[in-house]
């Protein structure tokens, strides 16, 4: 556990530095947009649109941390579920796992308690409420059975997308756009979180654990399934590197001098040695 610390210590930080920047901007544009004192939030009467300019906000964040050379020597997980999932298909070893998960914590603890400075009582008015998931008024099993869909979808389509060479390209993009429909159309009914870091952390500067067990549970058991329901779908096939986005260099998942492709070389490797 120490060694692997002392070599991957930058991939925690990229980690913890992608949820506090999520945790961050998630909570200044919900101030721009729901405060009522925020001067878009009184141009902008439709609740519906404020949302979608908000998944807009979000979504291009993520795409952006998935192309970019963090995100990509991380893998841009920035997520415990995300990072597990990969797990239980055997592309993350046990200790990068347990840090990548308590980077991943840390982060969106820092994150809340630096934007409960910045934000003074406006994080605290009910409009923000600390940005925290909260389940909606339809109750908590409609918010868990809501979490576990849009958590198991994205998982699946990124698992799918990432293990194609015609779709590999544009796997940020994709997850960027679910994540801003998911934020435009899903947020009444379970505050859409996906991520139970970035709703602990939130939770933690407020002291309020309403339906904290619902953002532990069901993203994790529904990204662990997706990632189930796809191997046993692709128990023949060579499966990608545990990144979002692959770029060159050495990977501390593949443990090599890794392409833009690995699935592609990886299967070209296997013909060849089938052929001597």
Same mark, same amino acid.
């Given at each position: 556990?120490?060694?692997?610390?002392?070599?991957?210590?930058?991939? $925690?930080?990229?980690?913890?530095?992608?949820? +506090?920047?999520?945790?961050?901007?998630?909570?200044?544009?919900?101030?721009?947009?729901?405060?009522?004192?925020?001067?878009?939030?009184?141009?902008?009467?439709?609740?519906?649109?404020?949302?979608?300019?908000?998944?807009?906000?979000? !979504?291009?964040?993520?795409?952006?941390?998935? $192309?970019?050379?963090?995100?990509?020597?991380?893998?841009?997980?920035?997520?415990?579920?995300?990072?597990?999932?990969?797990?239980?298909?055997?592309?993350?070893?046990?200790?990068?796992?347990?840090? #990548?998960? &308590?980077?991943? +914590?840390?982060?969106?603890?820092?994150?809340? /308690?630096?934007?409960?400075?910045? &934000?003074?009582?406006?994080?605290?008015?009910?409009?923000?409420?600390?940005?925290?998931?909260?389940?909606?008024?339809?109750?908590?099993?409609?918010?868990?059975?809501?979490?576990?869909?849009?958590?198991?979808? @994205?998982?699946?389509?990124?698992?799918?997308?990432?293990?194609?060479?015609?779709?590999?390209?544009?796997? !940020?993009?994709?997850? !960027?756009?679910?994540?801003?429909?998911?934020?435009?159309?899903?947020?009444? $009914?379970?505050?859409?979180? @996906?991520?139970?870091?970035?709703?602990?952390?939130?939770?933690?500067?407020?002291?309020?654990?309403?339906?904290?067990?619902? $953002?532990?549970?069901?993203?994790?058991?529904?990204?662990?399934?997706?990632?189930?329901? #796809?191997?046993?779908?692709?128990?023949?096939?060579? @499966?990608?590197?545990?990144?979002?986005?692959?770029?060159?260099?050495?990977?501390?998942?593949?443990?090599?001098?890794?392409?833009?492709?690995?699935?592609?070389?990886?299967?070209?490797?296997?013909?060849?040695? /089938?052929?001597?």
């Amino acid at each position: 556990m120490i060694d692997t610390l002392k070599r991957h210590w930058t991939e $925690y930080l990229i980690e913890a530095g992608g949820l +506090f920047g999520f945790l961050s901007i998630a909570s200044l544009l919900a101030a721009l947009l729901e405060h009522p004192s925020s001067p878009v939030h009184r141009a902008i009467a439709d609740v519906t649109l404020r949302h979608a300019l908000l998944g807009v906000g979000m !979504g291009s964040y993520i795409a952006a941390l998935a $192309y970019s050379p963090w995100g990509k020597q991380s893998g841009a997980h920035i997520n415990p579920a995300v990072t597990w999932a990969f797990f239980r298909l055997g592309k993350i070893k046990l200790p990068d796992a347990v840090f #990548y998960t &308590l980077a991943q +914590f840390a982060g969106a603890l820092i994150a809340a /308690e630096v934007m409960g400075l910045v &934000l003074g009582d406006l994080y605290k008015h009910p409009s923000l409420n600390y940005n925290l998931t909260l389940p909606g008024a339809d109750g908590m099993m409609v918010a868990f059975v809501a979490e576990f869909l849009i958590s198991f979808l @994205l998982m699946l389509v990124v698992l799918i997308a990432m293990n194609s060479e015609k779709l590999e390209p544009f796997v !940020g993009a994709l997850i !960027g756009l679910l994540i801003a429909s998911y934020l435009a159309f899903e947020i009444p $009914y379970s505050g859409m979180s @996906l991520n139970p870091a970035r709703t602990f952390g939130s939770a933690f500067l407020a002291r309020d654990w309403t339906g904290l067990w619902i $953002y532990f549970t069901a993203p994790v058991l529904a990204m662990l399934l997706a990632a189930e329901v #796809y191997r046993r779908f692709a128990k023949n096939q060579q @499966l990608a590197c545990a990144k979002l986005q692959h770029g060159k260099g050495i990977c501390i998942f593949c443990d090599k001098e890794a392409p833009d492709f690995p699935v592609e070389e990886d299967k070209k490797e296997d013909k060849k040695s /089938e052929e001597k």
